[in-house]
């Protein structure tokens, strides 16, 4: 079991550039997968269940079980569930619920149909914000509309070759036509120390960023040296640790992922409607 939970959590990201994602196609698939499923009764809305904290002593016994099934384990983090008795367990982004004596292991994510929420996902969003949200401008590299605040920011995971990612940044203006600032993290799939790598490098060495990652995604060579102290390894390596599988990798302000290039007027609508609030559902009269 250890091996099959550890294998689960540390799958390394297929590199990949990816095609436009289309929200549409993809609730099309879930549509048909749902039709291709035996019929279930419609569950009555209710309203999210509240999770009460740990209590004094619980995580220390329910890790020193994890300690006896799972020596080999990591956990970062433990919480409660809505379900009594099943704890949740994070390691790294990876999420997984277990017994309360450690004994039983549920590798997959947790879903309140009452509710309508994707327990596990929240939660994934969460870990991947406090990741990537608490890197500051001098992390990336940001292309923002002039003229005023964006109206959103997302953080693109990016790769100089990707063809995608250059399409991506040949829109640049269309994307802060809309009010869309992107920053840039590096994503070079070709792994460290390859020309892709090496790219990036020169870029980040660059004295003006902006203007070397421009030349740089429209296939021009560039002459300075990639000496300096930089971020790239570990950007790449952050990559991996939010499972990203391709580039370009757009993170949403809320830390959903969109997995491909989106032109301006889809990113839009996929970023205004991430930001509409949910209203809550009520329960059944």
């Known amino acids: 079991m250890t091996r099959l939970f550890l294998s689960c959590c540390l799958v390394l990201a297929l590199s990949a550039c990816a095609p436009p994602y289309d929200p549409a196609e993809s609730a099309r698939e879930s549509a048909s997968d749902a039709a291709s499923e035996p019929a279930v009764a419609a569950a009555p809305a209710a309203a999210a ?3 009460a904290p740990l209590a004094a002593g619980e995580e220390a016994a329910l890790r020193a079980a994890l300690a006896k099934t799972l020596p080999q384990l990591q956990v970062d983090a433990v919480q409660a569930t809505p379900l009594p008795g099943l704890y949740e367990i994070q390691v790294g982004l990876n999420f997984g619920y277990v017994s309360q004596d450690g ?3 549920i590798a997959g994510d947790l879903t309140d149909l009452a509710a309508q929420r994707e ?6 969003r969460g870990a991947r914000l406090a990741l990537v949200g608490g890197l500051g401008e001098e992390q990336t590299i940001t292309f923002a509309p002039a003229g005023g605040p964006a109206r959103h920011t997302v953080t693109v995971f990016t790769d100089i070759d990707c063809g995608y990612c250059r399409m991506l940044h040949q829109q640049m203006a269309d994307y802060h036509a809309q009010g869309i600032a992107v920053r840039y993290l590096f994503f070079p799939r070709s792994g460290e120390g390859t020309e892709s790598f090496h790219k990036a490098e020169q870029v980040w060495c660059a004295a003006d960023r902006r203007a070397a990652l421009t ?3 429209a296939g021009e060579r560039l002459s300075n040296d990639r000496s300096c102290s930089n971020p ?6 952050l990559a ?3 499972g990203l599988r391709g580039t370009p990798a757009i ?3 809320n830390g959903e992922v969109i ?3 989106q032109p301006a007027a889809q990113l839009i609508k996929v970023l205004e409607q991430a930001a509409t609030p949910v209203a809550a559902a009520t329960p059944a009269g």
Do not use: H, N, S
């Open 240 to 242: 991996g640790e939010l």
């Open 49 to 51: 269940v509240a999770v």
């Open 259 to 261: 997995p491909g290039y």
């Open 232 to 237: 790239i390894g570990r950007q790449l390596q």
């Open 103 to 105: 004994r039983y292991l």
């Open 215 to 217: 030349q740089a995604k």
């Open 251 to 253: 993170i949403l302000p």
């Open 119 to 124: 327990l596990t996902e929240e939660r994934r």
